[in-house]
Structure formats: structure tokens, C-alpha cells
Nanobody, 128 residues
Framework: QVQLVESGGGLVQAGGSLRLSCSAS????????????MGWFRQAPGKEREFVAC????????YYADSLKDRFTISRDNAKNTVYLQMNSLKSEDTAVYYC?????????????????WGQGTQVTVSS
């Protein structure tokens, strides 16, 4: 059963922007959403799933992949059980399926193996 649902993906021209959202879909999970550290990952065809950004449960700490920190912004609204990824100045190489994920480990948030709840993903396609 799906507990995280991503939305906001689509087709955009290079240089454009998109905002992805990830919401908790089940009542039992959404009640504890604020306890989870959240991350965004992406996976391009034929490539490994890679870290994009993460935000701790309170929003007090945020980390980005070095190559993306100037263009992407992660945020969360615990009252809405939602985490966001604002993506600006998009490039063709940003084309991928974007996944959000949740973790309670409190460490290693740049490692996909440290997340135990995943969404289904949303496709982002950037045309050049």
C-alpha cells in the first residue's frame, strides 16, 4: 500500500521551474508524518537512484546534493503532512523520476538504503 504520494511532475522547457509535492496518503502514517525525516531522490533511465535533498523532521536541517543546491529547494509543512521540492533553472539532465521517501534513522539521509517508506515517483521531463 502506498503511504507517500508525489505530484507536480510533468514536461517543462529547459530553464523552467516545477514544484513537486509529496503527501502522506494513509491516516496512520500521516498522524506521525512530523516524526519522519524526508528525502527526495531521482532516477534517470539506466542510472542509479541518486540523492537530491533531505530535510529533518522539524525542518531544522536541510542538505542537498552539491550539484543541485543552487537550483533546488526542499521544504515541508507538517500541518499539511507534505514535503516540497522547488526546482528552478531546470536542465535536460534533470530529467528523471523523482521519489520522496521517509526515514526515522536520524542519520545518513543522503543514502537511499536509510529510507524505509517510498512513494511511487513522479516523472519530470525537461526538454532542451
Amino acid at each position: 500500500q502506498v503511504q507517500l504520494v508525489e505530484s507536480g511532475g510533468g514536461l517543462v522547457q529547459a530553464g523552467g521551474s516545477l514544484r513537486l509535492s509529496c503527501s502522506a496518503s494513509r491516516r496512520t502514517f500521516s498522524n506521525y508524518f512530523s516524526n519522519y525525516d524526508m528525502g527526495w531522490f531521482r532516477q534517470a533511465p539506466g542510472k542509479e537512484r541518486e540523492f537530491v535533498a533531505c530535510i529533518t523532521w522539524s525542518g531544522g536541517s536541510i542538505y542537498y546534493a552539491d550539484s543541485l543546491k543552487d537550483r533546488f529547494t526542499i521544504s515541508r509543512d507538517n500541518a499539511k503532512n507534505t514535503v516540497y521540492l522547488q526546482m528552478n533553472s531546470l536542465k535536460s539532465e534533470d530529467t528523471a523520476v523523482y521519489y520522496c521517501a521517509a526515514s526515522t534513522l536520524r542519520y545518513g539521509l543522503d543514502k537511499k538504503d536509510n529510507y524505509h517508506v517510498w512513494g511511487q515517483g513522479t516523472q519530470v521531463t525537461v526538454s532542451s
